[in-house]
T-cell receptor, first 114, second 118 residues
Framework: QKEVEQDPGPLSVPEGAIVSLNCTYSNSAFQYFMWYRQYSRKGPELLMYTYSSGNKEDGRFTAQVDKSSKYISLFIRDSQPSDSATYLCAMLNLISGNTGKLIFGQGTTLQVKP | ETGVTQTPRHLVMGMTNKKSLKCEQHLGHNAMYWYKQSAKKPLELMFVYNFKEQTENNSVPSRFSPECPNSSHLFLHLHTLQPEDSALYLC?????????????????FGPGTRLTVL
């Protein structure tokens, strides 16, 4: 079983739609949950991160963590064509954080059509 | 130059060639990383360097040889590669620990080198 599972998509939505991206994980020791965005021909860039369970909002983006279900989500409101990218979830625990070891999902490719 | 830069951006090589990938970070970080990104697969961590010392080798074949002469530069030397090694190779940098004071110290990624092995 992979430590982090993420549906690769592709996911295609019309402009203005609400997008939901999700990852599941198996290691209950994970405490930090990141979402990276990767545009074509670019490296990943951090969108936001959450510590432990709960929600975090940043503009049109909301990250949710449900540790009891080992499930994390990223919601994008009022999606724009500029949101078209691959979204990678990544996770850390205290031990792996000190070793520099992020565990990534395989990424979900999102296309927002005008 | 700002952030993390990588050269070359594209590389095509034969299986008998020797080539090197270069990474440079301008962020004052002490940790540097090599990742391999293949289609439909998660980012695979290859190597971690902290203060120029290798702290992680994720069972990478010896045909990949990293070098970290200082905290700002990282190289990946390639020799006798296989076609299945074709991928995007990403370099990243961060503070020496990814978690400090309860906060995540972000890993910053370069744009990658697209490698094709013929």
């Amino acid at each position: 079983q992979k430590e982090v599972e993420q549906d690769p998509g592709p996911l295609s939505v019309p402009e203005g739609a609400i997008v939901s991206l999700n990852c599941t994980y198996s290691n209950s020791a994970f405490q930090y949950f990141m979402w990276y965005r990767q545009y074509s021909r670019k490296g990943p860039e951090l969108l936001m991160y959450t510590y432990s369970s709960g929600n975090k909002e940043d503009g049109r983006f909301t990250a949710q963590v449900d540790k009891s279900s080992k499930y994390i989500s990223l919601f994008i409101r009022d999606s724009q064509p500029s949101d078209s990218a691959t979204y990678l979830c990544a996770m850390l625990n205290l031990i792996s954080g000190n070793t520099g070891k992020l565990i990534f999902g395989q990424g979900t490719t999102l296309q927002v059509k005008p | 130059e700002t952030g993390v830069t990588q050269t070359p951006r594209h590389l095509v090589m034969g299986m008998t060639n020797k080539k090197s990938l270069k990474c440079e970070q301008h962020l004052g970080h002490n940790a540097m990383y090599w990742y391999k990104q293949s289609a439909k697969k998660p980012l695979e961590l290859m190597f971690v360097y902290n203060f120029k010392e290798q702290t992680e080798n994720n069972s990478v074949p010896s045909r990949f040889s990293p070098e970290c002469p200082n905290s700002s530069h990282l190289f990946l030397h390639l020799h006798t590669l296989q076609p299945e090694d074709s991928a995007l190779y990403l370099c990243a940098s961060s503070q020496e620990s990814l978690i400090k004071g309860g906060s995540y110290n972000e890993q910053f990624f370069g744009p990658g080198t697209r490698l094709t092995v013929l």
